[in-house]
C-alpha cells in the first residue's frame, strides 16, 4: 500500500508563495509518477503539476512560469512551489502517486490540502 499526506496549505494573499509538501509511506519503491491536482468547488479535479519516475516534468498551461515540481531523493517528499498566486488558485490540491500492479496502473491520493489566495 501507499499513503500520501500532504502539507503546507493555507490563506495567502495574491502575489504570495506557498510551497506544498508530499510525504509518501509504505511501498515507496515502486512508485512510478507522482503528482499535484487541484479541485475548486464546482470543478472537476485537474492536473496542476507532475513529475516522473525519471525526472521530467509536467504543468498545466496557467501555471507554467508560477509553479515548479520537485522531489528529494528516493521520490520522497515531492514539493509543490507556488509563486504569484492568484485568487484563482484558491482549491484544495491533491498529492498524487501510481504505480504499476502487474499491467495495472494504480493511482493513489492524499486527503487534501487547503489553499486560499485572497486579500
Known amino acids: 500500500q501507499v499513503q500520501l499526506v500532504e502539507s503546507g496549505g493555507g490563506l495567502v494573499q495574491p502575489g504570495g508563495s506557498l510551497r506544498l509538501s508530499c510525504v509518501v509511506s509504505?511501498?515507496?519503491?515502486?512508485?512510478?509518477?507522482m503528482g499535484w491536482y487541484c479541485q475548486a468547488p464546482g470543478k472537476e479535479r485537474e492536473l496542476v503539476a507532475s513529475?516522473?519516475?525519471?525526472?521530467?516534468?509536467k504543468f498545466a498551461d496557467y501555471v507554467k512560469g508560477r509553479f515548479t515540481i520537485s522531489r528529494d531523493n528516493a521520490k520522497n517528499p515531492v514539493y509543490l512551489q507556488m509563486n504569484s498566486l492568484k485568487p484563482e488558485d484558491t482549491a484544495v490540491y491533491y498529492c498524487n502517486a501510481n504505480r504499476f500492479m502487474g499491467t495495472t496502473l494504480m493511482n493513489y491520493w492524499g486527503k487534501g490540502t487547503l489553499v486560499t489566495v485572497s486579500s
Open positions: 509504505g511501498s515507496i519503491f515502486s512508485i512510478n509518477d
Open positions: 513529475i516522473s519516475v525519471g525526472g521530467r516534468t
